[in-house]
């Protein structure tokens, strides 16, 4: 057994330098000889010409939002426009096959303009009038942005208008000659986790030198925010901080500048809709001699309960089976999602004087998921429904409350799914809980090469979607394809999640090792046909499946992932996900969070099955580091790995879709090599050099 970095010295912590010159140097290195593996063949070529028509496809639906003035609104991409156009039209114009778009601004032309790869990010439109908005904008994807005032009548940025330069900012309006911003002020004016800890009101035409401070949170917050509810008669202000991940401490701030606390649980999410306060619960909350469970939804009156009234009718009460999703307004109605064994159910709410009238939602499909796209709480009862399936591509309509449902747009199918099918089985995990995971493929198939996916973290729900990517890349070729829905995620609520979070966190990896060989047990697939991927949270799953269940599978992908779990909170936002981790730096939490931590537990005296990793330069939320240092260890103890790591893209490690349809092609390629067909030229194994300096160098636990 290998002994844990922590004991002795970290050889590779000058891969951290993002820019440095060593470090550079062995990304080229690392890129080169990946590129030369895997992209010399025919399939390869092919992969990425698919996958790049499926990210390009001029009839895939233009999924569009509503900003309160009546237009749909879109921001498309396509061979055309890489980086895109922001553009509205009509609700008449969008019912047609091929809509006339107004281009409010094209991002490909302002790049060339202004000699920079700008990728869109968000805009925040000015209520009412929708007039002004804020746009933000990042270089090659990363989560920083520049914020710019954007004037919707003439198509132009606003001279002179709002205007930040590149941070983590947090703008809010509200109206058309103040807004509310959390940014890098400076010294002093972010948290650990690199976010705003301050929120300043700025009024047009001054120095943001000059804007007042309406609220600070402090260093150790992940940071902080300040909204404006504009809804006539219900016009409010809200400030507060967010503790950790998961708890936030939170205001109604008044026109006085006083603070009244919205005394619902740190760890509830709740918002405010008109008269109505929602609280939905992620841990027991006691309240007048009652107990709601976490999960439940309750509603009540906000004046009322500001003012200490605690009448709370509840909406939505789970059981074993069945979680809230989420909710959205309209006008006058709630729509409630749930989640029945990761099944989608949508009902509509209506408080009618004497409580709330249920009813289910016209127009949802029986057999496929169905997710609300866009409401609008402040003038009507409409919704846009897409639904989809593994192998449905998405319908969406155009729906009201009570009313008809009108198909809008249908998705072409972008793979022939003749002869697949979706079956949804349990395993049992390692104490006995039952996990779903879904199985997309030929029912009659012999074992064969098989893909598996899950998340299992920040109770993120995988739920089931129509990938054109994955279903010319894998399925089309003869691959199956598995969805697992692990705890740690919300596909049975908090209680799902909360159940592999810090010190639990092995039961996450415990139920996807019991999926890996649950699929073997059925004859699905075997063990060497088996690969496994993920990103972000769920690279950091894939990273655990290789250095702790290598024998379970015959190839690993881990895209964007967190694998140093020694040195995560020190990395850019990793101080952000000590609620789901653990703090390295407690003994307590270190001794559990070693236990598994990829980096730490790789080793030469088992096999490991190829891995590639994939990570991106200027990804601002999980170091490339990460990534970076996991390949050097695996070559040092002599295991079969590549590396690819893009120059931009930020967290999604892709900017366009060129980008995204090589890094795709090139996962697909390695699985296929990996997986199938006879023997193969081996990925790089050599050694990694270790820089003189760092082998008597910096300890991991500093």
Not at 418 to 427: E, H, I, N, S
């Amino acid at each position: 057994m290998a002994r844990l970095l922590d004991e002795g010295d970290d050889p590779y912590l000058w891969l951290e330098d993002l820019d440095g010159a060593d470090s550079a140097g062995w990304v080229r290195d690392c890129n080169a000889e990946t590129i030369a593996a895997l992209t010399g063949s025919q399939r390869f070529t092919a992969l990425g010409t698919e996958i790049r028509q499926v990210l390009d496809a001029d009839d895939r639906i233009p999924y569009p939002r509503w900003r309160g003035d009546h237009l749909y609104y879109n921001i498309w991409t396509d061979a055309a426009h890489p980086r895109g156009l922001w553009r509205r039209t009509t609700l008449d114009q969008y019912r047609r096959p091929e809509p006339e778009w107004d281009v409010l601004l094209d991002l490909d032309a302002l790049a060339a303009e202004e000699g920079e790869n700008w990728v869109w990010q968000q805009v925040t439109v000015l209520r009412p009038g929708y007039q002004r908005c804020l746009i933000s904008l990042s270089r090659g994807g990363a989560d920083a942005v520049v914020v710019r005032e954007f004037d919707l009548a003439r198509r132009a940025f606003v001279e002179d208008g709002f205007t930040l330069p590149e941070a983590k900012s947090n703008v809010c309006w509200i109206d058309l000659d103040h807004i509310y911003v959390a940014t890098d002020f400076g010294p002093g004016s972010l948290t650990t986790s690199g976010y705003p800890r301050v929120v300043k009101r700025w009024r047009r035409g001054t120095p943001l030198t000059e804007a007042a401070v309406v609220y600070e949170g402090r260093p150790d917050d992940i940071g902080v925010y300040a909204s404006h509810d504009p809804t006539p008669g219900f016009e409010r202000d809200f400030v507060g901080r967010s503790m950790d991940f998961y708890r936030t401490e939170n205001y109604l701030l008044t026109g006085a500048g006083e603070l009244s606390r919205i005394d619902v649980p740190e760890d509830a999410r709740w918002d405010v809709h008109r008269e109505w306060l929602l609280v939905r619960l992620r841990s027991p909350w006691s309240v007048d001699g009652m107990t709601h469970p976490a999960g439940a939804l309750l509603a009540t009156q906000f004046d009322a309960f500001l003012a200490g009234g605690r009448e709370l009718t509840v909406l939505f009460r789970p059981d074993s089976r069945t979680a809230l999703s989420y909710h959205v307004w309209t006008r006058h109605q709630l729509i409630l999602a749930t989640l029945v064994d990761v099944r989608s159910r949508l009902e509509v709410l209506t408080p009618d004087g004497t409580g709330w009238r249920r009813e289910p939602l016209a127009g949802m499909p029986e057999y496929e998921h169905s997710q609300i796209v866009e409401t609008d709480p402040d003038h009507g009862d409409d919704y846009l429904l897409a639904a989809v399936g593994f192998l449905q591509p998405a319908t969406l309509r155009l729906g009201r409350v009570g009313g008809t449902t009108e198909t809008l747009k249908r998705e072409p199918a972008y793979f022939d799914a003749a002869g697949l099918t979706v079956r949804q089985f349990f395993a049992t995990s390692a104490d006995g809980t039952r996990v779903p995971y879904f199985v997309v493929g030929d029912p009659d198939a012999p074992a064969g090469p098989t893909l598996l996916t899950g998340y299992g973290g920040y109770e993120h729900s995988m739920t089931p979607g129509y990938d054109g990517v994955i279903g010319r890349g894998w399925l089309a070729r003869g691959g199956t394809y598995v969805v697992a829905n692990i705890r740690g995620g919300g596909e049975y609520g908090p209680e799902w999640h909360r159940a592999a979070i810090r010190e639990n966190r092995l039961r996450a990896y415990e139920d996807l090792a019991a999926v890996a060989a649950d699929l073997a047990a059925r004859g699905i697939t075997t063990p060497e046909q088996l690969g496994v991927e993920g990103g972000s949270n769920g690279g950091l799953l894939a990273g655990v499946m290789l250095t702790r269940y290598p024998e379970l599978f015959g190839a690993v992908v881990a895209q964007v992932p967190v694998l140093d779990m020694r040195r995560y909170h020190r990395l850019l936002a990793g101080a952000s996900w000590i609620a789901e981790y653990g703090d390295p730096d407690r003994e307590e939490d270190w001794a559990y969070l070693r236990e598994y931590s990829p980096y730490h537990n790789v080793g030469g005296d088992r096999r490991y099955p190829p891995v590639l990793l994939i990570t991106s330069t200027r990804d601002d939320r999980v170091h490339p580091g990460h990534a970076r240092k996991m390949a050097a260890r695996l070559r040092e103890h002599g295991h079969e790995v590549a590396y690819y790591e893009n120059v931009e893209g930020g967290h999604g490690a892709a900017a366009n879709n060129e980008q995204s349809a090589f890094i795709w092609a090139l996962a697909c390629e390695f699985l296929w090599q990996t997986l199938t067909g006879p023997a193969r030229q081996p990925l790089p194994r050599q050694a990694s050099p270790v820089r003189e300096d760092e082998q008597t160098g910096r300890r991991l636990s500093r």
